[in-house]
């Protein structure tokens, strides 16, 4: 394509007014263009983007900064957005294919939103440290934060952004949820910024929820009605998010609403307190809308509940929609029942057969496939054979999309049960790295670093998915459980046994029969023993050899076995 032309874009892009993007995102798309048309492409990379636009020095470290590959994600999604809405009929489309920085060009009728995957020796190196995060200050630089908020306000006109995450997306991802800017109440200049950022910061937090479609709607504008000119291009809104910001005091109040948009009935409400003088509000932001993002967007709360309960209420035909086969495989996942895997197994199947480039079934499928090699429910292929198939599925949703989180967490559990526990633990890393407002992840890597007896780093990150989820499964208490076993701490160890138990597993009965036999509990242990060994025979015969195909650290196994021997050896009065 000319250079003219390709500059006319990005012109077009720049100048528009609607556009998501700070205005460091925007000196990144113009750098990367412009070394791009100068015949400097091979020299895009994240370092050369530190120093010339975020003003890092030569010495720039991207495994401890990820500022760049951060600010790559969101400008992706910028892009997404604009051409999903006021660029659709632009003739040219400009894209940060994932893996790399180097722009693509191409004609936008024959283009989808998203980036097309590259060649992988093409990419930068894969980055896996967690992001940095912000640190809190005392003081606020008024005129620095003013201009900023200020800029984002007016630059964030609406988010179109989808669960549908690059290019591998089925055309049914979930619910459409929209946040509406906050409104301001009273007097006082915080407020305002507060509010500004606020309603932006949830609204980019939901958007790393693969299940959602996110809109944003600033204060004072009206939310586009389905059927307008510009709302006929969105699908109705389903969920809303709204709230409102005001000062009493040194104290900075926030309340914020959930509502189904559809009757109007409140699914959650909540009300927040920070002092204004000790905390920044770039801290305040980004706390407070990670928790309202997280209760919003969390797969076991309420949004997702009531959406698979609409989906799979009518049918158990497995030709349900590709989302609904997402969203069965999720309902399973939840409990491990027996019961709920053939048909989700069965349905992912088909639905990776007519969808091919929808990475959330290929990475829902590599779960499924790796409980099959786990627990023996595909008897024509070898344990091994059956993570050698499981690993195909996640990495193929993996080159779809390298963020996939279902597809990362699969990785992880592929390699615990292969016995490589130290990559087991990088890819559950990675999960959490791509969205650490989700508790499934946060709950995938305690879990994994429970397994090595980690459990002063495993114990928090429970809590935390615990804390977060509005309901938690069962085993989300599991490592908690044992963390209080190896401390011999009895009666720390029940209420966690106690909650793991709902899902019925072989583990959580052992778990329980466990605390009640060290508690004294004889019938309680006999009876939680004897349900574990209907469950799973052989960790009630041989727990020790039960336990080491969970790849579980010898010192977690040797406690696990004579606690169940103490539970064997009660006998109820």
Not at 4 to 29: F, H, K, N, P, T
Not at 134 to 141: C, D, L, M, P
Not at 526 to 544: G, I, Q
Request: hydrophobic share 40%; charged share 25%; glycine share 6%.
């Amino acid at each position: 394509m000319p250079d003219a032309e390709i500059r006319e874009q990005l012109d077009r892009i720049l100048d528009y007014g609607g556009l998501q993007s700070s205005v460091r995102r925007r000196e990144m798309l113009k750098f990367i263009v412009e070394e791009t048309l100068a015949g400097r492409a091979l020299q895009i990379k994240a370092t050369t983007i530190a120093i010339a636009v975020f003003g890092r020095s030569a010495d720039f470290d991207q495994q401890s900064d990820p500022v760049v590959r951060l600010e790559a994600r969101k400008l992706r999604q910028d892009l997404d957005n604009y051409y999903v809405g006021v660029g659709q009929d632009d003739p040219i489309r400009i894209s940060i294919p994932k893996g790399h920085y180097r722009p693509k060009f191409s004609p936008n009728a024959a283009s989808e939103p998203g980036a097309t995957p590259v060649p992988v020796d093409e990419a930068d190196p894969p980055e896996t440290n967690s992001p940095a995060t912000q640190n809190s200050t005392s003081s606020w630089r008024w005129p620095a934060l003013a201009a900023s908020l200020l800029i984002a306000a007016f630059a964030l006109v609406y988010f179109v952004a989808a669960g549908n995450r690059g290019s591998g997306s089925a055309p049914v991802t979930g619910a459409t949820i929209r946040v509406e800017g906050f409104e301001v109440r009273g007097e006082g200049e915080l407020p305002k910024f507060l509010a500004a950022g606020l309603s932006q910061e949830i609204a980019a937090a939901l958007l790393t929820f693969p299940d959602l479609k996110v809109h944003f709607t600033p204060a004072g504008q009206d939310t586009p009605r389905e059927g307008s000119e510009t709302g006929s291009r969105e699908p109705a809104t389903e969920y809303l998010v709204t709230g409102a910001v005001w000062q009493d005091g040194d104290d900075v109040m926030v309340r914020s609403v959930l509502t189904r948009a559809a009757d109007g009935e409140v699914l959650w409400a909540g009300r927040f307190t920070e002092n204004a003088r000790t905390r920044s509000i770039s801290s305040i932001e980004t706390d407070i809308s990670s928790e309202i993002a997280t209760i919003a967007g969390q797969r076991y709360g309420l949004v997702q509940n009531d959406v698979r309960a609409k989906l799979l209420s009518d049918s158990d035909d497995p030709s349900l929609s590709a989302y609904a086969c997402v969203a069965r495989a999720q309902i399973y996942q939840r409990t491990y029942s027996d019961e709920e895997y053939t048909a989700a197994r069965r349905c992912l199947e088909e639905t990776v057969l007519r969808e091919p480039e929808y990475a959330r079934a290929w990475g829902m499928l590599a779960i499924l496939r790796n409980d099959a090699a786990r627990f023996g429910y595909d008897p024509d292929r070898t344990k091994e054979e059956g993570f050698v198939h499981a690993r195909e599925a996640a990495a193929r949703a993996l080159a779809i999309d390298p963020e996939e989180p279902d597809a990362l967490k699969a990785m992880s559990h592929i390699e615990q049960y292969s016995g490589n526990l130290d990559r087991s633990i990088e890819w559950a890393q990675k999960a959490v790295d791509a969205n650490p407002n989700d508790p499934t992840s946060l709950a995938n890597l305690g879990y994994r670093l429970g397994i090595v007896n980690r459990f002063p780093e495993a114990v928090p990150l429970l809590e935390r998915a615990i804390d977060r989820s509005v309901s938690p499964p069962p085993f989300y208490f599991h490592m908690i459980a044992m963390d209080r076993m190896m401390q011999e701490d009895w009666t720390g160890m029940l209420a966690p046994a106690t909650s793991a138990v709902a899902d019925s597993s072989s583990i959580s009965y052992g778990l329980a029969a466990i605390a009640h036999g060290r508690l004294g509990n004889a019938r309680a242990a006999a009876d939680y023993h004897r349900k574990m060994s209907d469950r799973w025979p052989l960790l009630a015969e041989n727990p020790r050899t039960a336990l080491q195909a969970h790849q579980l650290d010898p010192a977690v196994i040797d406690a696990f076995a004579e606690g169940l021997e103490v539970a064997r050896g009660q006998q109820p009065g």
